[in-house]
């Protein structure tokens, strides 16, 4: 059986921990290889060295300090303790040990065994979640969501994050110390709500919800509130995640978001209303002076006289065609323009715009240049009738503005992006660089009001909000005393592409309501007629006149008319929209709804002519429209042939 001393031996050459062993003077007696790998030394080459090299400053200069002192007051500050230290490997490199150090007696010299072991891995690891932990920390310090961690029965919360006392003006050990704090600021009207919402969240369900909080301080909070369950070990409390989100500021937003939407809206209906107006009360008078300049017109007159009306139809032409430009400019700043996007073969609009242009160049006798055959024959998405109005207005400027005997040319060509430019080029007098932009300015002429030259100032300003509308762009180049040149660039459509027209909904292209057949009425033709406006009733007299058959009976309020209807039986009913007593589309609405006139012929005669009213008066069962100022052939045709499907010639 092995002694004592062997076993003893094995146990100390065989430990994983270092041991050593020193005299009272800090003198090695003894130093194992397990302390001798975690130093650095040699075997043997510690054995009667000071055990202060294994130490750092300022321990290695006071060690020597430490026994004497121990050794004659008894104060320990290791021996019997044991803690945590820094060791000095023979490298020089320090590293964290846990040194335990004991006393024992040999032959009356006292001696100190020491026991190491090496702590770099455990405070790697310590110092690894101390970190985690700190970063962890600065994060929720720093963000403004608030997380908490409850348990569900009771309720005892064990983690709040310091956003609570942003969020609910509480601190951290209020709300750990009272889990009923959270519910004593939940506004009155969102109790009930929020602690149903939270026995679902108790149920294992995930749960989102706002509610609103008072806090201590009275301000008002809008809260964004989520319950996640969390899962547990089994027989350990059932937990909850809560993470809360301060969305008082979105909510502020969103109020101010749908303020701000419904201002537009009203500020949008109000321009509406004034569009429709102002349409009204210009038409009206003009109805009026044109209406009856056309009847003089179909008179025998002397040639004083005929230059007369002729000068009455061209000055109310005139301003008619500025207030339908300065409309058209207000619909489309306001997005109420309605278009008819379709692929619109470049060459038909052409040919329509130089056959009404004609006449025009010729009395100039000015010389148009068309583009070579083959460059116009392409498709552009567009609205037809939107870029001849725009065409026209370019062709009209060339002209008008052009030297006698100039020229007036047209040009086409496709463009690497995909646009499709068609160019109007004069030889005028241009403008210059400067003044190139006033172009486009509402009622700017550059002068050309001194002048004899007609024209309204409005029409390139309409020109380019047209076609920006159909998605191109109006471009200009200028040179004084040479000419200028506008190009209108539209999408172009390439071949194979579907050529069908892609209307919108609300388009000026009204049809009859009804689908009757043209029948060709003859005989007593009885019409009721339906406006206020005097002056309207005597222009719808004197056309009326020029038809003998035609009866004309008048009403100046809606439920006037209604009864009038009713009585009367007409054949035809003229119908204005702004009556005093109730809307022109209610009448015409009741008037459809009654058996005896839902198929009666009912013309719309109106100053109101935009988009929108014209669909809804077209679904509502309008059988035509006639836009004041009217054209007075176009209502004896509604005399002659009532049931003819609108824009036939009877």
């Known amino acids: 059986m092995p002694k004592s001393a062997e076993i003893l031996h094995s146990i100390v050459e065989s430990a994983e921990s270092g041991i050593i062993t020193i005299d009272s003077h800090g003198v090695v007696q003894t130093f194992s290889p397990a302390a001798e790998r975690l130093f650095g030394y040699e075997p043997g080459e510690m054995i009667e060295r000071n055990v202060s090299l294994l130490m750092p400053e300022p321990d290695h200069s006071a060690h020597d300090g430490y026994l004497n002192n121990y050794l004659t007051s008894g104060v ?13 490997r023979k490298d020089g490199t320090r590293f964290p040990l846990h040194v335990s150090v004991g006393k024992f007696a040999i032959d009356g010299q006292t001696m100190f065994t020491g026991i190491v072991h090496d702590l770099t891995t455990e405070v790697e690891h310590r110092n690894s979640l101390r970190a985690s932990e700190e970063r962890f920390q600065q994060l929720v310090a720093n963000i403004d969501e608030m997380f908490m961690l ?20 509480v601190t951290v050990d209020q709300a750990l110390a009272d889990p009923e704090i959270f519910f004593t600021v939940i506004h009155p009207d969102d109790a009930a709500f929020i602690r149903t919402k939270m026995i679902e969240a108790d149920g294992n369900t995930r749960v989102e919800m706002e509610s609103r909080i008072v806090r201590p301080d009275g301000e008002l909070r809008w809260l964004w509130i989520r319950y996640r369950p969390v899962e547990t070990a089994p027989g350990e409390p059932r937990l909850v995640a809560i993470t809360v ?9 969103q109020r101010g978001e749908e303020a701000a939407r419904a201002e537009a809206e009203r500020a949008n209906d109000a321009k509406s209303e004034f569009l429709s107006r102002m349409s009204h009360e210009l038409r009206t008078p003009l109805n009026v002076i044109l209406g009856f300049s ?18 009455i139809n061209r000055g109310g032409r005139h301003l008619l ?8 400019i207000s619909q489309i700043e306001s997005g109420q323009m309605a278009l008819s996007s379709e692929a619109v073969f470049v060459s038909d609009v052409i040919d329509e715009v130089l056959d009404l242009m004609g006449p025009l160049a010729d009395a100039r006798k000015l010389l148009v240049t068309l583009p070579p055959v083959g460059t116009f024959d392409e498709h552009v998405m567009a609205d037809r009738q939107r870029l001849k109005q725009v065409l026209l207005n370019l062709v009209s400027n060339a002209i008008k503005y052009n030297r006698d005997e100039g020229q007036v040319s047209l040009s086409c060509a496709v463009q690497p992006d995909g646009m499709f430019a068609i160019t109007v080029s004069d030889t005028g007098i241009g403008v210059p660089p400067e003044e190139i932009d006033r172009l486009f300015a509402p009622f700017d002429r550059l002068g050309a009001e001194n002048t004899e030259v007609e024209g309204t100032g409005v029409g390139l300003a ?7 509308a159909m998605g191109g762009r109006l471009e200009v180049e200028s040179t004084l005393g040479v000419g200028s040149s506008f190009t209108v660039l539209l999408p172009l459509i390439e071949a194979g592409e579907p050529q069908a027209a892609e209307r919108s909904p609300l388009t000026n292209d009204l049809g009859r309501a009804t689908a009757d057949v043209a029948q060709g009425l003859h005989g007593p033709l009885t019409v009721v007629y339906i406006d206020d406006n005097l002056a309207s009733l005597r222009l719808v007299q004197q056309v009326a006149a020029r038809r003998p058959g035609v009866r004309l009976v008048h009403a100046m309020h809606g439920q006037v008319g209604l009864d009038l209807v009713s009585s009367t039986r007409p054949d035809l009913i003229l119908l204005d929209l702004h009556l ?26 109106s100053a109101d002519a935009t988009p929108g009213r014209v669909q809804r008066l077209r679904d509502t069962g309008a059988s035509g429209y006639l836009t004041k100022p009217v ?3 176009e209502l004896l045709a509604w005399f002659d042939e009532p049931f003819r499907i609108e824009g036939e010639t009877p």
């Not at 065609?321 to 058209?328: H, K, R, S």
């Not at 109730?582 to 013309?603: D, M, Q």
């Open 580 to 605: 005093p007593d109730t809307s022109g589309e209610e009448v015409l609405r009741r008037l459809r709804a009654e058996s005896a006139t839902e198929n009666t012929p009912i013309v719309v005669i």
């Open 150 to 169: 409850r348990t569900l029965a009771p309720v005892k919360y064990i983690y709040v994050s310091p956003a609570v006392q942003q969020i609910y003006g």
């Open 631 to 633: 054209d007075v052939q």
């Open 321 to 328: 065609e500025l207030i339908n430009e300065v409309l058209d």
């Open 245 to 253: 989100s301060d969305i008082t500021a979105r909510k502020a937003a």
């Open 294 to 311: 056309q009847l003089l017109g179909m008179d025998e007159l002397t040639t004083d006289q005929q230059e007369s009306v002729q000068q």
């Open 462 to 468: 309409l020109s380019l909000a047209l076609a920006q």
């Open 76 to 88: 320990a500050r290791i021996i019997g303790l044991g803690r945590e230290v820094t060791g000095l």
